[in-house]
């Protein structure tokens, strides 16, 4: 089974609007991080946002928040007032305790911003 | 700058040809890792080094041999590589055994077989 599932292979948004870019997740193991990284086309991988399983916020880095629900393994990435530059790809990401330094990463989500 | 240097950015190589990507980082990091990139695909770990130690080799090829000289250097030895093999291959390091830590990516090596 899919650890970590993204089902938007692509997105378009209008600049200065919100946009959602969904993912879910499985695991069996309580102590859990998601994480989020944008890929523009030069090919890096730039960390974005973190939220742990025991966090009980919402985590949020500037335009970037995550819709972390629990119960229902999904840890959405929401980008408000998008830019131009934020066309990219993203992807979600998850790391579990059990297993150390393994981090499970999804397909991705092809972002384009709208001018 | 990202931390985590890889060269070259790109490499064209023959199927018979042998060559080296290398990744560096001075984050002061003690895990190192290789991912290929694949289109369409999700990443794939391909190595991990914990402390210089190879702790993970997800069932590669033998035609790739990963090397960990250094906590800060890691390299990707490729010899007699397939087509299939084309794609974007990512270093990343991190500090071990932390699980709300994330990783620092390089920016990758383009490779295509010819």
């Known amino acids: 089974a899919q650890k970590i599932t993204q089902t938007q292979p692509g997105m378009f948004v209008q600049e200065k609007e919100a946009v959602t870019l969904d993912c879910t997740y499985d695991?069996?193991?309580?102590?859990?991080?998601l994480f989020w990284y944008k890929q523009p086309s030069s090919g890096e991988m730039i960390f974005l946002i973190y939220q742990g399983s025991y966090d009980q916020q919402n985590a949020t880095e500037g335009r970037y928040s995550l819709n972390f629900q629990k119960a229902r393994k999904s840890a959405n990435l929401v980008i408000s007032a998008s830019q131009l530059g934020d066309s990219a790809m993203y992807f979600c990401a998850m790391r579990e305790a059990s297993r150390g330094n393994q981090f499970y990463f999804g397909t991705g989500t092809s972002l384009t911003v709208i001018p | 700058e990202t931390g985590v240097t890889q060269t070259p950015r790109h490499l064209v190589m023959g199927m018979t040809n042998k060559k080296s990507l290398k990744c560096e980082q001075h984050l002061g990091h003690n895990a190192m890792y290789w991912y290929k990139q694949s289109a369409k695909k999700p990443l794939e770990l391909m190595f991990v080094y914990n402390f210089k130690e190879q702790t993970e080799n997800n069932s590669v090829p033998s035609r790739f041999s990963p090397e960990c000289p250094n906590s800060s250097h890691l390299f990707l030895h490729l010899h007699t590589l397939q087509p299939e093999d084309s794609a974007l291959y990512l270093c990343?390091?991190?500090?071990?055994?932390?699980?709300?830590?994330?990783?620092?990516f390089g920016s990758g090596t383009r490779l295509t077989v010819v």
């Open positions: 695991t069996s193991d309580p102590s859990y991080g």
């Open positions: 990343a390091s991190s500090q071990a055994g932390l699980s709300n830590y994330g990783y620092t």
